[in-house]
C-alpha cells in the first residue's frame, strides 16, 4: 500500500487502481480502497465484488448486496453466485442468500462446497418443509466432507425432525465416533458441549424407539414421534440444528 501512496493518481492505469483498492482492503484500510475503487473505471463482474467486498469491509452490508448485484448482472456465474450468497449471509439476508446459493448449485451441481452450503442454509429455514429439502444436499454433503462434524449433526437432526429415527440414530454415531478420536486428543470445551448434546440425542432416540418396539402391541400406546431438541428434551417447535 505504502508503494501505491506514492504514485500520482493521474499517473495510475485503471487496473493499477484497482491492484492498489486490493492492497489497500487486504491491509484494512476501507476507506483509502474505497477511495481508489471509485476513481477506477469498472468493466468486470470481478471489479463490482471487489467493490462489493469493500463496502462489507466499511460496514456498509446494503452496498455491498447492491454491487454484489451489478457483478451478477455482467457475469452470472456460479462463483459469483456463491461470493454474493456468503455476502448476503453476512449482511443477515438469508433468504437472498439461500436464492443465489441455489443459482449457484444449478450452474455447478458437481461443486461439493456450493452443494454443502446450500444445504445447511436450507436446514436453518423457518419452515419444516423448507428444511426437509435439505436432506438429499446434506446427504451427499457428509459423503464429499466426512469430517465435518456440523455437516453431520445437522443431517441428524434433519432425519430426526422427517421422523427416520433409524438414520438419524446412526448419523449421531457416527459424528460421536469422529469427534471422539478429538476428544481424546485434547480438552476442547466446546467439543466436549458438542458430544454431551449428541450423545444425549443418540441415547433419548435409542430409548425412544426401544420404547416405541416394546409398545406398539399396546391399542392405546402413546405416540413417541415428537422431535428431539438439541438439549435431549422433546419439543415440537425445535429449530433446524444449524440456527443454534
Known sequence: LKHWSLVPLDEMTDNARLTAAHSALASGDGATAE???????????????????IAEANQQPAL??????QALTLQPSAEHYYTAALTAERAAD???STRWLADAVRRAPHQPRYRAEYG??????????????????????????PEDYLLGETLAWR???VS????????FKRVIDLEQTLEDA????????????????????TQRDSFTLSSSWVPEGTSTNDNLRPDGRNDRQRRAMSQN
Open 35 to 53: 477511495s481508489y475503487w471509485q476513481q477506477a473505471s469498472l468493466h468486470s463482474a470481478d471489479d463490482w465484488a471487489l467493490g462489493a467486498a
Open 94 to 96: 438469508h433468504e437472498q
Open 120 to 145: 445447511m442454509s436450507l436446514a436453518s429455514a423457518d419452515a419444516p418443509l423448507v428444511r426437509a429439502q435439505a436432506l438429499p444436499y446434506l446427504e451427499r454433503a457428509t459423503q464429499d466432507y
Open 159 to 161: 432425519y430426526n425432525e
Open 64 to 69: 455491498a448486496l447492491q454491487r454484489q448485484r
Open 186 to 205: 485434547g480438552d476442547d470445551r466446546n467439543l466436549q458441549v458438542r458430544l454431551y448434546r449428541q450423545r444425549k440425542a443418540y441415547q433419548t432416540l
Open 164 to 171: 427416520d429415527s433409524a438414520a438419524s440414530r446412526q448419523e
